[in-house]
T-cell receptor, first 115, second 115 residues
Framework: KNQVEQSPQSLIILEGKNCTLQ??????????LRWYKQDTGRGPVSLTI?????NTKSNGRYTATLDADTKQSSLHITASQLSDSASYIC??????????????FGKGTKLSVKP | NAGVMQNPRHLVRRRGQEARLRCSPM?????VYWYRQLPEEGLKFMVY????????ESGMPKERFSAEFPKEGPSILRIQQVVRGDSAAYFC?????????????FGPGTRLTVL
């Protein structure tokens, strides 16, 4: 069964600290993996999208890694800011055409950055 | 280029009434998706449409829910005879290309409250 598991479920860190969010998936075949940020009360915003051949991709203070062999991805946030408080969602695409059923969403990690 | 637009942002209905949610995709995007998010839950896929066609409705409840994306005008998610369990945030997303390869851009959501 295709699944995307994220950990931790929630995380509290102090402003200025770094943190890493995890995403494990059992999706086959694999096409790409995406990380989204969802602020409370808003729609998700895309952070990164990585294909099979990409190991790392950065977007400002956000760095995503992908290990296609172990089927794991991480999202590292450097020098956290209060505005980083949000839910971070991992989404894996199994490709193979146009069906939306090929996108599998994780439940997200809720990050709170405290001053 | 305006982003994905949804209206209304908040909708209150009494049990048994109908709810109509509208979504205007980004300019140039012909693929539209609807998602439902319950409080403290992840996004759940409902339906994927491409101009005048329903491509994948595997996430739609069998009764009371319908969606359309006419040749002209916004996409509409229609919920008939709403019940309290329909209370949720409904997000629309759009993409230029097929969902397995292209980034989806999300709207701000419509928060439906059923009294």
């Amino acid at each position: 069964k295709n699944q995307v598991e994220q950990s931790p479920q929630s995380l509290i860190i102090l402003e200025g600290k770094n943190c890493t969010l995890q995403c494990n998936y059992t999706v086959s075949p694999f096409s790409n993996l995406r990380w989204y940020k969802q602020d409370t009360g808003r729609g998700p915003v895309s952070l990164t999208i990585m294909t099979f051949s990409e190991n790392t991709k950065s977007n400002g203070r956000y760095t995503a890694t992908l290990d296609a062999d172990t089927k794991q991805s991480s999202l590292h946030i450097t020098a956290s800011q209060l505005s980083d408080s949000a839910s971070y969602i991992c989404v894996v695409s199994s490709g193979g055409g146009g069906s939306q059923g090929n996108l599998i969403f994780g439940k997200g990690t809720k990050l709170s950055v405290k001053p | 280029n305006a982003g994905v637009m949804q209206n209304p942002r908040h909708l209150v209905r009494r049990r048994g009434q109908e709810a109509r949610l509208r979504c205007s995709p980004m300019k140039g995007h012909s693929h539209v998706y609807w998602y439902r998010q319950l409080p403290e839950e992840g996004l759940k896929f409902m339906v994927y449409l491409q101009k005048e066609n329903i491509i994948d409705e595997s996430g739609m409840p069998k009764e009371r829910f319908s969606a359309e994306f006419p040749k002209e005008g916004p996409s509409i998610l229609r919920i008939q005879q709403v019940v309290r369990g329909d209370s949720a945030a409904y997000f629309c997303a759009s993409s230029q290309d097929i969902p397995s390869t292209d980034t989806q851009y999300f709207g701000p959501g419509t928060r439906l409250t059923v009294l």
